[in-house]
């Protein structure tokens, strides 16, 4: 039985036109500006619009966002991000986790992160809370870490705290005993070294050494705003690790214009094959279409 889900990030889709300066405490202003200069012309709302124009018909399991829906984290954001979240999906098809510019600041939870929860949730967790999320679909494990944490002023790095270390690997174990295809997404890149110093995921290695004995068959990410394929050797066979662009993104500052990826899974007789469709935005057309098919056949021990 094949079973089908997709994969977008950093859709960066609120605005800050009505946003004062009272609301604009340190990191935040600096976003502000970020946003006044370049941003607010990067992230538009005709690629997002084209971008559920191209989700229509699409029948998926799950519909994954690994997280930057704001860009400074304000509560009114939060609303902003709820009602196109509202939008794409019911929190049963889509998974949610958050990105760094959703935690630019320590903020009160209740007015910013909860408004989320059904979408951030477990299957047997509606609180949102907890970390790594676990929701299964037929043979799909769907495993969600949270990297968002406030970080100082000009870096946007992540981390994994330690309640999903110590969870993870049970998680993977289990889901492993199951038959089940294990993909884990998460905002920041899973990788070290793959991201500038003050981007970069903190804890990557702890979280790449967890991956390396307890396995996977998909790691994917956001945050870079650039599309790309990765692998991580694991005592079970290969993960390929994917990153996709921002969902909104035009492309006006050197990072990739808008993609996203669908995924269709099928058991085979020594582990899982994988179809990969990278799904681009046209500038000339306004439409997103298929750019790029691949089949990776991933052996499993
Ligand atoms: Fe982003
Ligand atoms: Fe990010």
Aim: with cysteine; charged share 20%; net charge neutral.
């Amino acid at each position: 039985m094949q079973q089908q889900f997709a994969h977008l990030s950093d859709p960066h889709l609120t605005t800050l036109e009505k946003v004062g300066y009272g609301q604009l405490m340190s990191k935040r202003l600096l976003g502000y500006i970020s946003w006044r200069r370049k941003r607010r012309h990067e992230h538009s709302p005709e690629v997002l619009a084209a971008l559920s124009r191209d989700l229509v018909d699409y029948q998926c399991e799950q519909l994954i966002v690994t997280g930057d829906l704001t860009h400074i984290g304000l509560p009114d954001e939060f609303h902003q991000a709820l009602a196109w979240l509202q939008a794409l999906g019911s929190p049963q098809q889509v998974a949610l986790v958050p990105g760094n510019h959703d935690a630019t600041v320590k903020a009160p939870r209740q007015s910013t992160l909860s408004l989320w929860d059904d979408y951030l949730a477990s299957d047997e967790n509606s609180t949102g809370q907890v970390f790594p999320s676990l929701r299964i679909r037929g043979q799909l494990a769907f495993i969600g870490l949270s990297s968002a944490c406030p970080s100082p002023p000009l870096m946007a790095c992540g981390t994994l705290d330690k309640q999903q270390l110590d969870r993870l690997p049970e998680m993977l174990r289990s889901a492993r005993e199951q038959g089940l295809f294990r993909i884990v997404y998460v905002h920041h890149s899973p990788i070290p070294g793959t991201e500038k110093w003050r981007k970069r995921m903190t804890n990557a290695k702890a979280l790449q050494a967890i991956i390396k004995t307890h396995g996977a068959e998909l790691m994917l990410h956001g945050h870079g705003h650039r599309g790309y394929s990765r692998e991580i050797e694991t005592l079970w066979g290969s993960v390929p690790v994917l990153a996709v662009p921002s969902a909104s993104a035009l492309g006006l500052y050197g990072a990739d214009v808008a993609h996203y990826n669908r995924f269709a899974v099928e058991k085979t007789a020594v582990g899982w094959q994988l179809e990969v469709q990278s799904r681009g935005y046209s500038i000339e057309t306004g439409e997103f279409s298929a750019q790029q098919n691949q089949t990776l056949q991933l052996a499993r021990v």
